[in-house]
């Protein structure tokens, strides 16, 4: 499964930036999907995961009530709305597929690239 992310973005604080990850030559509505996001001289770290057909969401406490997770199966898209953004929200932000743990990085056995993603205070 090959994940392509969406070109992130600069943004000032409070702001916000929408990323979506879709699959090239594969449907993601077989998947669960999480994206992750790794800060400089940090371990990459979970943000949010949906399960495979959009019932159940997850979400790091950091980002809970300002980033929400979705699926458009049809599109074979998942995305992630990042609100009222933060300085420490800056990082790559990874999108994943089929997970065996949702909320950790071991649990992902497909990767995206990963896109930027950059908050300015």
């Known amino acids: 499964v090959h994940l392509l992310s969406s070109v992130g973005g600069s943004v000032q604080a409070g702001g916000s930036l929408r990323l979506s990850c879709s699959a090239s030559g594969s449907t993601l509505s077989a998947y669960g999907m999480g994206w992750f996001r790794q800060a400089p001289g940090k371990e990459r770290e979970f943000v949010a995961a949906i399960s495979w057909g959009g019932v159940s969401t997850y979400y790091a406490d950091s980002v809970k009530g300002r980033f929400t997770i979705s699926r458009d199966n049809t599109k074979n898209t998942v995305a992630l709305q990042m609100n009222s953004l933060k300085p420490e929200d800056t990082a790559g932000y990874f999108c994943?597929?089929?997970?065996?743990?949702?909320?950790?990085?071991?649990?992902?056995?497909?990767w995206g690239k990963g896109t930027q993603v950059t908050v300015s205070s």
């Open positions: 994943a597929a089929n997970p065996s743990d949702y909320r950790r990085l071991r649990g992902y056995d497909y």
